[in-house]
C-alpha cells in the first residue's frame, strides 16, 4: 500500500481548542452581546408600542361600526376615559379626548381630537367626520 494513502493518527495532545482559545471566544461572544442586546431591546419596545398604537386607533375608527351594530348612539366624554369604555384599547393605555364624542347609530360621528398615553408616552389623533377616520398629528384646533 502506498505511504500517501495512509493518514497518519492524529495525536491526542494537539487536536481540539485550548482553553485560552475559548475563554477569548467566549469574551468575544459575551462583548458582541452586550452591545447589540441593548439596542434590540429598545427595538422590540417601539415594535410593541406601535403595535398597541395601532390596536387603540383601529378600535377607535370601530367605533363607527359598533354604533351600527348595537342600533344606538355612542357617547363619550371629554377628558380620559375609563379602561373599558372603548373596547380594544390595550391594557393600561388611556385614551384622552378634547371635546365630547358622539357616534350615531347610523355609524356617523363629529369631529374630535385626542390623545392616547401609555407610560410618558402620547400620540396625537383626530377622528374625522362623518366616518371616524384617523388622523395621527393632526393640526392643532384653534
Known amino acids: 500500500m502506498p505511504t500517501s494513502a495512509i493518514s497518519p493518527r492524529p ?28 439596542q434590540g431591546f429598545r427595538m422590540i419596545e417601539t415594535w410593541r ?44 393605555w388611556k385614551v384622552m379626548l378634547a371635546t365630547p364624542l358622539a357616534v350615531e347609530p347610523n355609524g356617523a360621528c363629529a369631529d374630535v381630537q385626542g390623545e392616547l398615553r401609555y407610560q410618558g408616552y402620547a400620540r396625537r389623533f383626530a377622528l374625522e367626520a362623518p366616518f371616524c377616520r384617523i388622523v395621527l398629528d393632526p393640526p392643532a384646533s384653534p
Open 11 to 38: 495525536d491526542p495532545r494537539t487536536s481540539g481548542f485550548t482553553l485560552l482559545e475559548v475563554v477569548v471566544v467566549l469574551a468575544l461572544l459575551a462583548l458582541a452581546t452586550a452591545l447589540v442586546a441593548p
Open 49 to 92: 408600542r406601535a403595535t398597541d398604537v395601532d390596536a387603540a386607533l383601529g378600535a377607535m375608527a370601530a367605533l363607527g361600526a359598533e354604533a351600527r351594530h348595537q342600533g344606538r348612539r355612542l357617547e363619550f366624554p371629554a377628558g380620559v376615559l375609563p379602561d373599558d369604555a372603548i373596547e380594544g384599547v390595550p391594557a393600561g
